[in-house]
């Protein structure tokens, strides 16, 4: 049986959490040089240059990108034949993200209660999801999502009559309502099927996916080319100001569901879609 041991997990997940806050991911910069060639609009050229400039600027200064630094979302594949060695793998996934939270001077944006609203004061707990995969290694995604994006995300419990543009329609009308809020150019993020649960959880995980890097199946990789191209057309454009650069990407991932049914979630990115991610390789204990 293979180990990793928790002080290990800790050290991980605090440096991923100022990385991910820091240095903005290749493939969004990729898109933003793109989309500055694209850009019609003088004003959202200007916004364009302006977010790549920041950017840069959070990666040599070492500082965030954005003041929202989010709540900690972490995705964890744990090898089914490793073992986590010297206390809880919960524990020491929060306690990096308390120190990373605290050594990178993120802003704590956590309140312990959604009604009392009392700041917990390190940015914990995180949001984790966990998935047994075969192996003996442990795969960490630390991905901060801030709320401005977050809070403009939505479900619908699409009825099968509605099929795949009753489908479409519920993605372009979630984005053209969000307008300017959730800070564009967007990485717009669709999960159907499954169930409630399942198609939020799908839409969330595919912004992980990089930015040009389409659905493996030929017909959804269709779809997420006809989204692109309807939200973009709406002319909400860069932070909002106009133009064609209202999202980067549209990520769609499904799943099957039940004879009834046909849930449908968006989940949005902003502009600083943020996640780092790193394998420990289990050792012989």
Do not use: W
Not at 38 to 56: C, F, H, K, M
Not at 190 to 213: C, H, I, N, P, Q
């Amino acid at each position: 049986m293979k180990e990793v041991r928790v002080e290990e997990i800790v050290s991980a997940v605090e440096k991923l959490c100022i990385e991910a806050n820091y240095d903005l991911g290749s493939d969004i910069m990729t898109g933003f040089q793109q989309a500055l060639k694209d850009e019609r609009s003088p004003l959202g050229q200007e916004v364009l240059a302006r977010l790549i400039e920041n950017a840069e600027i959070a990666h040599q200064e070492r500082v965030p990108m954005c003041q929202d630094t989010g709540m900690a979302v972490l995705f964890v594949e744990v090898g089914q034949d490793l073992h986590v060695v010297g206390g809880s793998l919960t524990e020491a996934l929060n306690e990096g993200v308390r120190r990373g939270y605290d050594r990178g001077y993120l802003r704590k944006s956590v309140v312990n209660d959604p009604f009392e609203r009392v700041n917990t004061g390190d940015n914990t707990p995180a949001v984790i999801h966990y998935d047994i995969v075969t192996g003996a290694a442990l795969r960490l995604v630390v991905a901060p999502k801030g709320f401005g994006s977050e809070n403009m995300g939505g479900l619908k419990m699409c009825k099968p009559s509605e099929g795949l543009e009753g489908a479409l329609q519920f993605v372009v009308d979630t984005v053209d309502q969000a307008g300017g809020n959730p800070c564009p150019p967007i990485i717009v993020g669709v999960g159907v099927g499954g169930t409630m649960e399942k198609a939020t959880f799908l839409a969330k995980k595919s912004l992980l996916r990089d930015v040009g890097k389409h659905n493996q199946v030929e017909r959804l990789a269709k779809i997420e080319e006809e989204l692109l191209e309807r939200i973009n057309r709406l002319g909400i454009g860069p932070q909002g100001f106009g133009g064609v650069t209202t999202a980067l990407a549209v990520n769609l991932e499904v799943y099957p569901t039940h004879i009834a049914g046909m849930p449908v979630a968006v989940n949005i990115g902003c502009h600083a879609t943020r996640h780092k991610e790193i394998t420990l390789q289990g050792r012989e204990g």
